[in-house]
């Protein structure tokens, strides 16, 4: 039965049983449950929360800034996936968890990964804004196709830009 739990399931059963108070580990059926059960059930305790950050007071974005950033998200899981070396050394995970981050943002990537990235956002800001252009044109509405063809040409030309300042590095 439990070769037949997900990889997220055991992680929730383990930190729910680790945070459960109870003086005897659960039957086979019960631990089954804590893995399971999905969301807040009022017997099972998740343990501590982390809160969800707060949007930043002066964040002035709009649906097109939201759909950008969700696209480039997508296109770097995509691309890294594939090679996760491809724009250069990203900042490993312990560099990105340290307090120390606060005082150097980039962490230890290397400065040809933070020039790709930064591309990477030019475009991705340029693509908001055609499609904010786009929308006013057009009464509010972009067809999906087009916004997913505009994306697409954003990307090709942002990874042709990368692939140049790498040669000239």
Known sequence: MIGRLKDHELERGMRRLMYSGAAAPPSLPQFVRLCRTVGDAPDVDEGPRVPALPRPADWQGDQWDVAANR?????????????????GQPASYLAMRATTRR???HADASPEFMRA??????????????????????????????QRAAWEDCMARAEADIATQRRAA
């Open 71 to 87: 696209h480039l998200v997508a296109h770097l899981l995509r691309e890294l996936r594939a090679n996760p070396h491809k724009y």
């Open 103 to 105: 005082e150097n943002p």
């Open 117 to 146: 990235v930064e591309t990477l956002v030019a475009y991705t800001r340029a693509w908001a804004q055609d499609m904010r252009e786009m929308a006013a044109e057009s009464g509010g509405v972009v067809p999906v196709d087009l």
